[in-house]
């Protein structure tokens, strides 16, 4: 799994392109979906990657050197994002903390007490934007917008209507194109909201709705959905049930685990890989290393 890059991340994604190529046997996701569902065996070290978020610096960086290297790609696209009618309420919280003069902000988060981050450097900015992002995932959705709506005034940064430079999404013909190459194009909801912070009137329109309208842009059909942020306590059953019913193929979560040929097509594991890993600390990932039972939020989640 990998989410955003850059052009300073080239040399990384070369070597681990190499190392998935002279070591494992590349699949699209769709055949790895075939196979379970035919009950047909796949390629001993069978490995498929996927992109999440649909960003444009996947197209600027990383597709050259994954068709390179002859590795399937599944790229799941916000479908709002991709429309150009709004851009990713993490990169916005970003955004504000690293543009802000502000040294420190008090933040409230309904229903929590308000709380001071500290954004007097680099360092600061970076945990305290962290931060923010894991107490917005845990609350109501509605929650989340009132923050957002407020996130301006309060950091005293204008937030542009199109993402800026680096973060903008691959538009439609982008997405067609790459697709013309042999990338396989998923869904990753309308907006990215955490799905089991929505209320169930809004479900149908995430999911069900996306993929609609993903189609109907695209002009083919869109067989994969992704869970934003992707853990258990951000999915919820009901979620899941309207992905299985929308006529998903398969879904993807960001649950760590390698997997069996009777695994869930609707529940699939992933190894999240970053570029501020390095090169053999991802070959141990691949290897099914430094996987935890559980995310920190879910041991609490089990604990209470």
Known sequence: ??????????????????????????????????????????????????????????????HPIFRRHRIPVTVYSVADFADGQLWLWTDQVAYCLDQTKKSSITAAIPPREPAEFDISSPHARRAATEAIWEELKLVPDAARQQFM???SDLTGVEIPPEAPPGIQ???WDELRGIAAEGVEIGCHTRTHPILSRLPQARLDGE??????????????PVAHFCYPN?????????????????GFRSAATTV????????????????????????????????????????????????A
Request: with cysteine; proline share 5%.
């Open 256 to 303: 760590w685990g390698l997997h069996t040929p009777d695994a869930d097509p609707m529940r699939l594991r992933r190894i999240p890989t970053g570029t501020d890993q390095s090169s053999g600390y991802i070959f141990e990932l691949l290897a099914g290393l430094h996987m935890p039972r559980h995310f920190p939020e879910e041991k609490a989640a089990l604990a």
């Open 169 to 171: 999404a691959m538009s």
């Open 230 to 246: 992707g853990r258990d306590i951000d999915i919820g059953d009901a979620a899941a049930e309207c992905v299985r019913s929308a």
């Open 149 to 151: 709506a407020a996130l």
């Open 1 to 62: 799994m990998f989410h955003a890059f850059t052009a300073a991340d080239t040399p990384l994604l070369e070597a681990v392109c190499g190392h998935i190529a002279r070591n494992f046997e590349p699949v699209a996701l769709s055949a790895l979906v075939d196979s379970a569902e035919a009950g047909r065996s796949l390629p001993d070290l069978a490995l498929t990657v996927t992109v999440d978020d649909g960003y444009r610096n996947y197209l600027e960086h990383a």
């Open 207 to 220: 999911i069900r709705g996306a993929k609609a309208y993903m189609e109907d842009r695209l002009g083919f």
